[in-house]
């Protein structure tokens, strides 16, 4: 089995930021919002909010959009082609997508790619998370609560966040750009740079 961060990974840009500014466009009232989330943004770079409390803020532009699943498939009818072509090249009906992003919007482009997904859960319409962010350590808990001890044969990410899922695979990987490197190499590159 192959596992699979999404954002930055198979899909070229952030779906969570993306889902959001094709939202404003069709619902403009949507910026109403826009004072709580930079409020959240500035607490939480300050230390003085969670992730969590920081995306529950920023999920309440949902509250302007009438039916958020049925947005979600629209989204995906004109982004699907954001996914990444390597990925499409080595796709397979195994594949598990793992993403901290919404499970309505990450739902909605894994059904259409014909795979497994994991996701953050979230209220499509008002934006309360339902459980933990799917991130890091919690990546982790979520693949084994659904696959057991299924050996990971391959992982690809864009984040060293995601190095505790890394670390079950026999390798890992690291995406720049749709570059696709060996998780060790990637390192070395960036200490080179240094």
């Known amino acids: 089995m192959n596992v699979y961060d999404f954002d930055k990974t198979i899909y070229r840009g952030d779906s969570t930021m993306d889902f959001w500014r094709y939202c404003l466009k069709r ?47 629209r989204f995906w009818d004109r982004n699907l082609s954001g996914i990444e072509p390597w990925y499409r090249a080595q796709q397979s009906d195994t594949d598990v997508i793992i993403s901290a992003s919404p499970d309505f919007l990450i739902g909605a482009a894994c ?9 953050s859960p979230v209220d499509a319409h008002t ?4 459980g933990p962010n799917c991130r890091g350590e919690e990546k982790v808990r979520r693949f084994r609560d659904a696959y057991g001890a299924v050996e990971v ?11 505790p ?10 995406v720049c750009r749709g570059q696709v490197l060996p998780w060790s190499a990637h390192r070395e590159e960036k200490e080179r740079e240094a």
Request: with cysteine.
């Open 127 to 130: 934006g309360q998370l339902l």
């Open 111 to 119: 059904r259409r790619l014909g795979v497994r997904f994991l996701a």
């Open 153 to 163: 044969e391959r992982f690809y990410s864009d984040s060293r966040s995601d190095a």
């Open 27 to 73: 619902y403009p009232k949507a910026v109403l919002a826009l004072p709580g989330t930079l409020a959240g943004a500035l607490a939480f770079r300050r230390g003085c909010c969670s992730r969590e409390q920081f995306k529950e803020r920023f999920y309440q532009f949902l509250g302007f959009v009438p039916d958020t699943e049925r947005e979600a498939e």
């Open 165 to 174: 899922l890394a670390a079950l695979a026999q390798e890992a990987f690291l």
